[in-house]
């Protein structure tokens, strides 16, 4: 019985100190015997874009399949021509769909097709951006009636040299932070063991409404490429001693 009355008030005073004793800080930081120690940096270079991407498009409807196959095939070497005539190579004016689509009309119990719709879209790679609006306004101009977005790219050779760039400074990043923490936390570093990166290129597209050819030319849009930001996160792993 004794015994249990020393438990019974154990607890008892457990519980009140509890309740109302001081707070307990139970914040730490651990690291466990033989595990890596793990530290990430992060390194972002801004470069100027240098390709342009425009997508264009011709959509044209009829009564007659041939007649507007016709026309949009006309429409297409007119357009074509035309921006070969800007300087852009043939192998930068790309197909990328051609869609034909019957058009139906449901208010007649048997769905009779009254005529068809045809549909061809371009992607037009442009390296010399002074072209950019010229190309958006000859394409509309002879006979484009979408246009959809412009996408801003880097060359490859461009992009490899900047995702270096950013590296190094990720990992200049990282190490620093290793350095000052195992100082911090009185622990000494061994050698990197595993290094990984993650990343991630913000590339901003401009968006463009469907524009029409008919009627009064169209005005040149300003368009400018801005910068876009390559992001690299690099973690280190050390042996710890």
């Not at 990166?197 to 400018?224: C, F, H, W, Y």
Request: no cysteine.
């Amino acid at each position: 019985m004794k015994a249990f009355g020393l438990v019974f008030t154990f607890f008892i005073l457990l519980f009140i100190f509890a309740k109302w004793g001081p707070a307990i800080n139970f914040n730490t930081t651990m690291h466990a015997v033989n595990e890596p120690f793990v530290v990430s940096g992060e390194g972002k270079v801004s470069v100027t874009p240098d390709i342009a991407k425009i997508t264009v498009g011709i959509q044209q409807s009829g009564n007659s399949l041939k007649l507007v196959q016709n026309d949009v095939n006309a429409k297409s070497k007119n357009l074509t021509d035309a921006i070969k005539k800007l300087g852009i190579a043939e192998s930068d004016i790309k197909t990328t769909s051609y869609n034909v689509y019957p058009q139906y009309d449901y208010t007649n119990p048997n769905s009779k097709i009254t005529g068809y719709q045809v549909s061809t879209d371009y992607e037009i790679t442009i390296k010399d951006f002074d072209k950019v609006n010229d190309v958006i306004v000859a394409a509309t101009t002879s006979g484009a009636n979408i246009v959809g977005n412009v996408n801003f790219e880097v060359n490859d050779k461009t992009h490899e040299q900047k995702l270096q760039e950013a590296r190094e400074i990720a990992v200049k990043e990282a190490k620093e932070k290793a350095e000052g923490l195992a100082k911090s936390a009185g622990i000494t570093l061994g050698k990197i063991i595993n290094i990984s990166e993650n990343q991630n290129g913000q590339i901003r597209p401009v968006m463009l409404d469907k524009m029409s050819a008919e009627g009064s030319a169209p005005t040149a849009p300003n368009i400018q490429p801005g910068t876009t930001d390559i992001n690299v996160v690099v973690s280190l792993s050390y042996e710890v001693r």
